[in-house]
């Protein structure tokens, strides 16, 4: 009797948690751990070797190493004869142009030598390369209402965010695999002047295939659109 009794307290326990609705919440702890099961990301560090290929230019190699745990960043990015490097080591930054770290203020203008860029490269790389955990960042605002939408044929769950206006001005979109929940898409776009959703600005990204990076799963190739007219940009290959 005791023994059919643990049982339908099982029984029961299944069937409730089966009822539970899907939350935008749980969405993204089931995508994380999709991408990072062991939780590996906040002591991330490794190494990013990416190909930049843009339409009618020249290949940029890019050789990435991001340290979270020392906030170190630092990136030499090669394109035909033309190399530059920005290094960063929590608050100090080097940077060399062409085996040069001494260059005129005209080079540095005009080649965006500058701590200043060194960050926003920083943040680029480890924000995306770090979804969808970085999600779980201070300052990301996720909405509440799960959104469900077939993109480009394919069915998705799909989760809003905004952010802090320190952290970032543009609202974001974060498509997932229904079954998976795998992160294969993202889209972004900026707001009018009244802190509206413009329509026709901002970009989607398609993801596909993966590379295993310190047992995390990352996209393999990145491939930018225009929102506005499906325009392609170029695309990220993660070697």
């Not at 994380?32 to 062991?38: G, V």
């Not at 701590?115 to 970085?134: D, F, H, S, V, W």
């Not at 206006?165 to 974001?172: L, N, R, Y």
């Amino acid at each position: 009797m005791k023994k059919a009794a643990v049982l339908l307290l099982l029984f029961s326990l299944l069937i409730f948690s089966c009822d539970q609705p899907l939350t935008a919440e749980k969405i993204l702890d089931k995508s994380i751990t999709y991408h990072d099961p062991n939780g590996n990301w906040n002591t991330f560090k490794g190494e990013l070797n990416i190909t930049m290929k843009i339409p009618d230019q020249s290949d940029r190699i890019s050789e990435i190493r991001i340290d979270l745990p020392e906030e170190g960043f630092y990136v030499k990015a090669t394109r035909e004869t033309t190399e530059t490097i920005y290094d960063i080591k929590k608050d100090d930054c080097i940077i060399s142009f062409n085996g040069q770290t001494n260059f005129s203020e005209e080079v540095a203008k005009v080649n965006r030598l500058d701590c200043e860029t060194a960050k926003r490269y920083q943040n680029y790389y480890t924000y995306l390369y770090g979804l969808p955990m970085k999600l779980k960042d201070p300052g990301t605002h996720i909405s509440d209402s799960l959104i469900t939408k077939n993109f480009k044929g394919k069915d998705y769950l799909v989760l809003k965010t905004t952010y802090d206006e320190s952290v970032g001005s543009d609202i974001w979109y974060f498509y997932f695999d229904p079954e998976t929940y795998a992160m294969e898409v993202y889209q972004f776009f900026r707001k009018d002047d009244e802190g509206r959703q413009n329509d026709d600005t901002g970009e989607y990204i398609l993801l596909s295939e993966e590379v295993l990076v310190n047992d995390i799963k990352m996209p393999k190739i990145r491939a930018w659109y225009y929102n506005k007219d499906d325009k392609y940009l170029g695309t990220d290959v993660l070697n």
